[in-house]
Every structure is written in C-alpha cells, then in structure tokens.
C-alpha cells in the first residue's frame, strides 16, 4: 500500500505540476483583465460571421476579447457590405473580410483606420517577427502614404490549380495526356466523337470549368494572360511595367482559337452559365474530360466516385506546351491575399486590439485559426496538429466543415498548409509531384497602392474597362461577335475608356512600391 501511495502521489503531482504548466501557457495569450467585446464587421459572402463560432469562443477564453458582428445588410457582394458600412456612419471597432486592402489603403489615409507599424512593434511580437522575415509581402500592402493600415491574411503552399484530365478516358482511346496545345486540341476532339464514357451518346463534355473564368486561362497556350495573380482579370508585370493581358496580341490568338474550339463543341456551351457545380454535375454524370482546378478537391473526385462511375480516374498532368514551347501554370497561391482586418479610428482600445490581433499569429493561436479546437477537432500528435477523424472522414468537405466553426475565416492570420495536405489523397499528392519537377510556376503580381491622384484615375475609369472587356470575350466565345474584325475597334476603345491613364497611375504606384 505504501508503494501504492507513492506511485499515486507521484502521478497526482505530475498533473498538477503539467496543469499548472498549461494554464500558464494559456495566460501568456490573455490580452485584459477583465472580459472586453470589440464590434466587427467581417464579410465574406462564403459564411456569416458568428459570434459563437467554437473558434472565437476559444480565443475569448484565451484572450479575454470577444467580437461582435455588426455586418450591416444582408449580400454576398463584399464591397456592397463595406459600402453599406460606411453610409450608416459608424465604423466598428474591426473591419475586415474580403478585399479590406483596398479599401483599408483607400481610406485609412483620410483619417477612417488607424496606421498600424507602431502598435505592431510594440505590442504585437508575432506579427513583428513575420514582418521581419517576409519584408516583400508585407512591403506589398502598404498604402499610397506608405503606412500599413490593415493586418493581412497570409497563405501557406505553393500549388493552387492545375491541369486534370480523365485518363480513364484516354486509356479507353489509346491516348496519351497532351503534351502540347496541339495534341491538347487533338485529345479534345476525340472525347467529343469518339464516345470514351460508351454509352452510345455524343454527349460528353471534352472541356469544362467551374469557375467560367478558367476558359480565359486558356488563352496561355497561345501565349497570351488572362491574369497576373489568384485574381481574375489582374494587371501582371513584364520586365518591371505593368501590362493587362486582355490588350495583349496572345490574348487576340488565345481568344480567336479559344472561341474556335467552342464552335466546335470542344468547350462545354454552358460555360457561362452552368455555374460552380459544373465540376459535380458533369464529373458525377460521367460526362466531363478536361478540367482546370484546385489540386485537393479536384482529385478528391477519385475517391468519392470510384463506385460510382466505372474505371474513373482524374489525373494532374503538366501544363501542356504553348504554341511557343512555354510550359506555364498561371495560378499558384499568393502569399498574401488582399484580405485581413483593420482597426478603425474610433477604436477606444487599440492596444488591446493589436494584442488580440497578434494572437492569432502565435503558435497557438495559428493552430486555431487553421485547425479549431485542440481536443475537439484535432488532436496533437508528434508535434503537429491533426484532424479528428470525424471530420477527415466525414462525407462534407474539410475546408466547409472548418468555416462552420470559424477555421480558415478571412481574418487576419497565416495559413498552415498542413490543414490541407491532410485531406489531399494520393492522386493529387502525386500531381504535386510532378508539378514540382518542372519549372511552371510565375511570380504573381502582389498589387499595387495608390495615392490620391492615381486612386482617382483608376476609380474613374478601371469599372467601365473591365465590363467592357468581359462583354466582349463573353461575346467573343460564343460566337456572336469576331475577335479578329473587332479588334482595332476594341483596343481604340480600350484607349478611349483610359485603360493607357489606368496603366499609367499603376506604374507610377508599382514603381514607388517595389522600385525605390
């Protein structure tokens, strides 16, 4: 008994001792005595913030800070709730969500937000040593005045979209995956006539999107860009100036060829229209071949298929070749996204707010902010944090059931892609893989800010340029206007929109950010 009693004081004393560890570990994060609520408005049309997200309680809990939405109307149009927002007349204490980098660095110089660089270096040491550690990133969303007004949301990773095709589809023919625009062309037009999925009927899809801008994308295997960065219709940089791809003479051919193969039944005709469950739909129904997406949930179409549709099998190829022999893969993750929050100038409590913000990016509170609740949603193991199975195995993807919880919200933090590497089977490891053995990635465009001038000239003219260029795409690809007999009128219109004075202020903006 005795020895029994030693054995037990020993244990007793040992959880003591770690319990007491880890509350004191626990109140290394707490920002105030006493329990404080900020308002904030954080507006992503893909969730509604909620205040009881098991996430935000448990940074409360660590913190002492609670948030309070006060997201003003009811629309999925991120710039129509921050537009709403500024004509109620009072701004919340944070503001963030999708976009805040334009409209932090817009109106924080006339007095709405508060710059950020002091309160960051004394009272935010998490943020300070990353800034030390990415000054080009962080460099990138400085204001026209050359302060930083809001705390971005950074990405972790490399690959974003790629190449897919049904290589069940290519067996069946005795194909192989395109190695060029030409064969890609070829491997197309056999998917349309040759009937890969058997059952009789000219009706598979050779070519289609989820996202309808992916058909833009294209336009590279001709050597034109359809963007500069994970943005659709972005300006991107050649030699240090600034081009916008949809003036380019790649685009012409791309668009001229694209529209092409449209015409011949190459390009599902509901491009346009079929909308984000195009991928779902065509896939399920055994009627797609070729696609351009993300690498984990294309691929996850492998598992959840495979006793649905006899022999699919979906495959990452590489980049096939451009007319000019370039290999490229126009989208990859950019390091920061124009996403994040923003402290308000009518914030009483700045100091604890930078506090709060610096939160989540301390090794705990990143694990938060990608991962959820440690016990609840992952479990640590060997050191790194890993997903309950319950949800690895749940029939909804990870990444929604991490949004119903508050996890991988457009907040300011930095992503860990450890979250998503865990729910990324082995047909899109293996893509990954062989993205890595060649040299296809580009350097994104990280964006620009203007001061007052140059923001009036793009405000001005870059809306009406940009509707106009996708009408005429849009009409372009289908067929009912022709690129090549347009295009001297189109680009005089370009000119006449301002596209030449948009380009002009971007430069100015671009040179004073990255080359002085």
Known sequence: MRNLSIVASVVLGTSSVLATAVVADESKHRVVDKPLTLNVHLHDKKFTYDNNWPVELEAARLTGISLNNVTIGNTPDSQEAFNLMLASGELPDIVGGKFIKPNANRYGPEGAFIPLQDLIAEHAPNISALMKEKPEVFNSILAGDGNMYFVPYLTDGKYGRAYFIRTDWLDKLGLEAPNDVEELHKVL????????NGNGKKDEVPAFFRNWEEVLRLVTLWDGRSSGSDTYHDFHVVDGEIRHGYAGEGYKVGLTNVAQWYKEGLIDPEVFTRGS???????SNDLGGFTHDWFASTASYNDS???KVDGFKLEAFIPPASISGVRMEEHRRIPVKPEGWAISATNKYPVETIKYMDFWFSEQGRRLANFGVEGVHYDMIDGKAIFKPEILNSDRP????????GAQVRRGFYQDYGYEIQWTNKYALAGIDLYDQGDYLIDQFLGVSFNV?????YDKHWNNIKTYMLEKQQAWV?????IQSDWDNYMNELD???LNKVIKAMQSAYDRQYKS
């Open 189 to 196: 037009t056999a998917f349309r006539n040759n009937d890969p």
């Open 277 to 283: 469950r195009a991928r779902e739909y065509l896939l």
């Open 305 to 307: 298929l495979k006793d």
């Open 398 to 405: 990870v990444n929604s059931q991490l949004t119903d919880i």
């Open 453 to 457: 001038e140059e923001q009036a000239v």
């Open 478 to 482: 289908l067929g009912s206007e022709d």
């Open 496 to 498: 006449k929109l301002g």
